[in-house]
């Protein structure tokens, strides 16, 4: 007697519904809120942040698992954490300068992946969309530090709950 086959989907290749891990410079700021949503959620997270874990507040916290450049500098933990992550997602206000404009120009430079999402005007449905299309298993958050737009931790922390929770 001939076996019937399964007419059900194959659920081991379903595609990821969400990054397996997110990383960051863990500056103040867009960084912190996408590796405080990855451990809310339950996603590895980590990333490469200068020497000695600086960070304008001083020390980076020793929650966030972070791996230390020789570097005190902070664009070389930036170019690394383009260059370890399968896409980049850059998220500002207003608009890009500073080490949120250097993210933006070594993807450009290193030919990889990203997305400018302008908190104020871009819905979650725009990332998670793009997030669809690049598929990453390590994304990379960049964008500015508080002391450079107060209050945009918890902007960005809500943001990246909405979009992470509302995946399809």
Not at 20 to 26: D, E, H, L, Q
């Amino acid at each position: 007697m001939a076996k019937k086959m399964s007419s059900k989907p194959n659920h081991a290749t379903k595609p990821r519904l969400w990054p397996t891990k997110i990383v960051s410079g863990g500056q103040t700021g867009v960084d912190r809120a996408g590796l405080d949503v990855a451990i809310a959620l339950g996603i590895e997270h980590g990333g490469w942040c200068p020497a000695g874990r600086l960070s304008e507040d001083g020390s980076i916290p020793s929650r966030y698992e972070m791996q230390e450049m020789r570097s005190k500098e902070y664009p070389p933990r930036t170019e690394q954490n383009v260059i370890d992550s399968d896409a980049t997602l850059i998220l500002y206000e207003k608009k890009l300068r500073s080490g949120t404009l250097l993210t933006r120009r070594i993807c450009d430079r290193l030919g990889k992946a990203y997305l400018l999402a302008k908190l104020d005007v871009d819905p979650p449905t725009k990332i998670q969309r793009w997030l669809a299309q690049q598929n990453p298993a390590t994304l990379n958050i960049a964008g500015p530090r508080e002391s450079s737009s107060p209050g945009i931790y918890d902007r960005s922390f809500a943001f990246l709950i909405n979009v992470f929770n509302e995946h399809p």
